[in-house]
């Protein structure tokens, strides 16, 4: 069975520092990878995903994730930490069966504080 | 373009009812799927529907159950409600369900069973 971990549930960092936020799957056939953001009392946003291609990921409000199929891996990074990126981040995974296609599994969230 | 829509946003029932959450979609959007998410669950996966059929089932009991309308709105139902069911409930759509699109979420609907 597919799924996917969040090592940390919770990271700090300070403004203005860079961020990582951990992610790690376990598929069985191609992943296709998603980050989203959630913030107080809110729905998921969508940050990002990994398709294929380049292994690096450019997405939404300056965040960006790197794809390792070796580790297993696809952890969000951003160079300079806002207060304003506090929230709770969620990775997920897709994948193709033969059946069909899967649905979206989600990480158990890792929630970001930024300290001022 | 509208974003998804869940109706209502809070709902306060009591042990035993029933209780029915509505999605609408975004406009053109065949796939909606439903989650629930509580804090030491994360966020588990109910259903989905595509074109008025389910596609995919998670591991949720019988008490569970959804539709979906020929106008891609989705309902989910909640029978016999537990206190264990309290949670919030999303629901994401997306065009045609394909691998690679991303999910588009709404704001939730925040049931507490009491």
């Known amino acids: 069975a597919q799924s996917v971990a969040q090592p940390e549930d919770q990271v700090n960092v300070a403004e203005g520092n860079p961020l990582t936020v951990k992610c790690t799957y376990s598929v069985s056939g191609n992943p296709y990878l998603f980050w989203y953001v959630q913030y107080p009392n809110r729905g998921l946003q969508f940050l990002l995903k990994y398709i294929t291609g380049d292994n690096l990921v450019k997405g939404s409000y300056g965040f960006e994730a790197e794809f390792n199929k070796s580790q297993t891996s696809f952890h969000l990074k951003k160079p300079s930490a806002l207060v304003s990126d506090s929230a709770l981040y969620f990775c997920?995974?897709?994948?193709?069966?033969?059946?069909?296609?899967?649905?979206?599994?989600f990480g158990k969230g890792t929630r970001l504080s930024v300290i001022a | 373009k509208a974003g998804v829509t869940q109706t209502p946003r809070y709902l306060i029932k009591t042990r035993g009812q029933q209780v029915t959450l509505s999605c609408s979609p975004i406009s053109g959007h065949r796939s909606v799927s439903w989650y629930q998410q509580t804090p030491g669950q994360g966020l588990q996966f109910l259903f989905e529907y595509f074109s008025e059929t389910q596609r995919n089932k998670g591991n949720f009991p019988g008490r569970f159950s959804g539709r979906q309308f020929s106008n891609s709105r989705s309902e989910m139902n909640v029978s016999t409600l537990e206190l264990g069911d309290s949670a919030l409930y999303l629901c994401?759509?997306?065009?045609?369900?394909?691998?690679?699109?991303?999910?588009?979420f709404g704001q939730g609907t925040r049931l507490t069973v009491v």
């Open positions: 994401a759509s997306m065009d045609r369900g394909e691998r690679g699109t991303e999910a588009f």
């Open positions: 997920a995974v897709r994948v193709l069966l033969n059946s069909g296609n899967t649905p979206l599994v």
